[in-house]
């Protein structure tokens, strides 16, 4: 499996950006995806995550109310919507691919893209 993500770039405090995640290969027809970042110097944190219908998904408190996590399983893409961003959401992105119908926080991915950076200014 592969997983291509986009959508990162500058933004002033407040804005909003959509990241992409687009998964290819054998992928299957039950896998979850996922949302992580990482700052500078910091550990990678989870973001949000969705199930492979997208009715099922979860958030970190930091982010839950601004951010909104979707998919498209016709085109194997999951979207991460950030809006009211703030100085420090400035991370690199990363999504996440776990060969599951939902999306269990003990496991780690068992895939990762290469990640997309997003910088807020304040």
């Known amino acids: 499996v592969q997983l291509q993500a986009s959508g990162g770039g500058l933004v002033q405090t407040g804005g909003s950006l959509r990241l992409s995640c687009a998964a290819s290969g054998r992928t299957g027809s039950s896998y979850a995806m996922g949302w992580f970042r990482q700052a500078g110097g910091k550990e990678r944190e989870f973001v949000a995550a969705?199930?492979?219908?997208?009715?099922?998904?979860s958030y970190a408190d930091s982010v839950k109310d601004r951010f909104t996590i979707s998919r498209d399983n016709a085109k194997n893409t999951v979207y991460l919507q950030l809006t009211s961003l703030k100085p420090d959401d400035t991370a690199l992105y990363y999504c996440?691919?776990?060969?599951?119908?939902?999306?269990?926080?003990?496991?780690?991915?068992?895939?990762w893209g290469q990640g997309t950076q997003v910088t807020v200014s304040s």
């Open positions: 996440g691919f776990q060969h599951s119908g939902y999306w269990y926080q003990a496991r780690a991915p068992n895939y």
């Open positions: 969705i199930g492979k219908s997208g009715g099922s998904t």
